[in-house]
Nanobody
Framework: QVQFVESGGNLVQPGGSLRLSCAASGIPFRIYAMGWYRQAPGKQRELVAIITTRDITNYPDFVKGRFTISRDNAKNTVYLEMESLEPEDTAVYYC?????????WGQGTQVTVSS
């Protein structure tokens, strides 16, 4: 049974930083590219970071230079370091296989950027 448990979200001021974690279970984690996605109220879920099985990373322009994805295959965990956060980054953040996720999603972790 595929399961993702995201954590680390919080309320942070503009310009602040956060580190998100996602523990995966029920999948052979190391053979999949993984990604972080986010969904803001009223918007579709979007991919914000991807890391391949060879640790090659890629980001859309709107987070490039501010977000860093990494993975620990020994812990079946993927991380997202976020810096210089903006109010537009406010969303629920999820991890999953990338660029297309499994049908099962975790509960996500809420990131709110506000003064």
């Amino acid at each position: 049974q595929v399961q993702f448990v995201e954590s680390g979200g919080n309320l942070v001021q503009p310009g602040g930083s956060l580190r998100l974690s996602c523990a995966a279970s029920g999948i052979p984690f190391r053979i999949y590219a993984m990604g972080w996605y986010r969904q803001a109220p009223g918007k579709q879920r979007e991919l914000v970071a991807i890391i391949t099985t060879r640790d090659i990373t890629n980001y859309p322009d709107f987070v490039k230079g501010r977000f860093t994805i990494s993975r620990d295959n020994a812990k079946n965990t993927v991380y997202l370091e976020m810096e210089s956060l903006e109010p537009e980054d406010t969303a629920v953040y999820y991890c999953n296989k990338a660029p297309i996720g499994f049908g099962a999603w975790g509960q996500g972790t809420q990131v709110t950027v506000s003064s």
